[in-house]
């Protein structure tokens, strides 16, 4: 299995500033994946990040609110822009593919 | 389109009784399927998965779980549940384009 870390691990933001949210893998992976889990709720794929192309986002989601980045293959950053109280949630990556994917820890947003 | 359905959004048991939490897919092909735990403010642990064979497997932490196609059901069982094992539960299904889809989740309170 994948060991996963993400910073920072909880952020509080204000109103319309914007937050990059790093996740680092333990070994190179092909497939990175960005999940959103609002209060309450199950996870929410965001989008699919592979290294060397643009990421592909899951109906809901574009690319100016989350821009995300894939420079190489144990690095992905997401960017959580404009941000708004609705966007509080914790934000997670995980990697792998649809036969298993391991997660990260999480970054807990809150926006006030 | 795939789905999974987690009917129980709370589960209430007392400690050392036995366990089952349901969850039913919706897919076009052979599933993949998962069992994750996510214990309060941590990621997502992997319990379990299935792939084919055995239509009855075993995980960590003592869980186990039974694929029954006829059914459309992957039903999560543990015969003695311990007060740790108080946490939130999803299902997931591995989709045909490397995503995975969750289950709404099933939260499990152990009474003492």
Not at chain 1, 32 to 51: E, H, V
Not at chain 2, 74 to 100: Q, T
Request: proline fraction near 5%.
């Amino acid at each position: 299995s994948a060991v996963i870390s993400q910073k920072p691990s909880r952020d509080i933001c204000q109103r319309g500033t914007s937050l990059t949210i790093q996740c680092q893998v333990d070994s190179q992976v092909t497939m990175m994946f960005w999940y959103r889990q609002q209060p309450g709720q199950s996870l929410t794929l965001i989008a699919t990040a592979n290294q060397g192309s643009e990421a592909t986002y899951e109906s809901g989601f574009v690319i100016d609110k989350f821009p995300i980045s894939r420079p190489n293959l144990t690095f992905s950053t997401l960017t959580v822009s404009n941000m708004s109280p609705e966007d509080s949630s914790i934000y997670l990556c995980s990697v792998g593919a649809r036969d298993t994917q391991y997660f990260g820890p999480g970054t807990r947003l809150t926006v006030l | 389109a795939q789905s999974v359905t987690q009917p129980d959004i709370h589960i209430t048991v007392s400690e050392g009784a036995s366990l089952e939490l349901r969850c039913n897919y919706s897919y076009g092909a052979t599933p993949y399927l998962f069992w994750y735990v996510q214990s309060p403010g941590q990621g997502l642990q992997l319990l379990l998965k299935y792939f084919s064979g055995d239509t009855l497997v075993q995980g960590i932490k003592g869980f186990e779980a039974e694929f029954k196609r006829s059914q459309s059901s992957f039903n999560l069982r543990k015969p003695s549940v311990h007060w740790s094992d108080a946490a939130e539960y999803f299902c997931a299904v591995g989709a045909g384009d490397d995503k995975i889809i969750f289950g709404k989740g099933t939260r499990l309170h152990i009474l003492p």
